[in-house]
């Protein structure tokens, strides 16, 4: 599914020399200096190298962040300058704010790559499980910078910024609702039962909600193009969970039910279209998704026609 996933820009950043002049004199300083500076660059250019997998990632990011932690808070720190991915750049002389936001990247490189995956043609079932696994790790990497790290910066994060509370739950509760699509669309291969998949479509439906709640008091110039796809991928799930609560209720012969069940579904539809529209024409930072063109996305119309139409005709039997 290329270009079924919304991703934001990842942050850039300045280099950092750590040169700690008239503090770290003997060899074995300057060592551990040169080696932050050459894990660190190592770290920059897999973000940006397509042949990275998460055991290189890993590899690198241990590289960097075990030497960046033996930097202690009350020492002289070199600057560390980051964009945003959002809006603006911030400078700090703070190791904390260095792990940060690199880590904060690193979660970001997994969704990336769980992108990427996800676009292939004809996707396996052991890639399925690494998209989903990627997003798993995302999610707990933002979560674990949101409890433990960002509280320990010695300034705060700015309102509206990567690092405040509203981006970062939005971030994890995108990586939770893009996690559980792996395992709808997995559900719907093997044939599982309409309740099931209705339930898992509900529920996604309500995390995309949740996170386009979640930034609904952020400038409107930097979060309405992401705000759009959330919106749109809440209304596409709704539209699936009233489609396959609607063979539930025809398969239990509640046909006047099932009817209502699928005109919502066929509203949502309708909506999720519009909002696809409203997203490409929108605005803002990031790539652009295109999932009105997915064959998944497609599918699930053409599911919604039959099943109403197919409801209706038995409910003229009756």
Known sequence: MAHWFHRNPLKATAPVSFNFYGVAGSPAANKICNDLRTTRARLLEMFTDVTCNPEIMKNATDAYFSLLQGLKQ?????????????????????????LVSMAFNVALWYTKFASRLAGKENITEA???????SLKVAAGIFKTLKEIHIPRLITPAEKGRDLEPRVIDA????????????????????????????????????????????????????????????????????????????????????????????????????????????????????????????????KLGGLIKNTLEKCQRENGFM
Not at 74 to 98: I, M, R, S, Y
């Open 127 to 133: 890639e399925a499980k690494d998209v989903h696994r």
């Open 74 to 98: 009350d020492e002289v720190h070199p600057d560390f300058k980051w964009t945003d991915t959002l809006q603006g750049n911030t400078t700090q002389q703070d190791a904390v704010f260095e």
């Open 171 to 298: 971030y994890i509760i995108q990586c939770q609702a893009e996690a559980q699509e792996v395992t709808i669309a997995r559900a719907i291969e093997l044939k599982h039962n309409a309740t099931l998949i209705a339930a898992l479509a509900f529920e996604t439906a309500n995390f995309y909600q949740k996170a386009d709640h979640t930034l609904n008091t952020l400038e409107p110039e930097c979060s309405s193009k992401w705000r759009k796809y959330l919106q749109l991928k809440q209304h596409f799930y709704m539209a699936y969970a009233f489609c396959y609560h609607g063979q539930t209720l025809l398969a239990s012969d509640k046909c006047g039910e099932a009817i209502r069940s699928l005109q919502e579904a066929e509203k949502c539809y309708s909506r999720a279209e519009a909002l696809c529209k409203e997203y490409r024409q929108t605005k803002g930072p990031g790539t652009t998704a295109k999932p009105s063109e997915q064959l998944f996305f497609l």
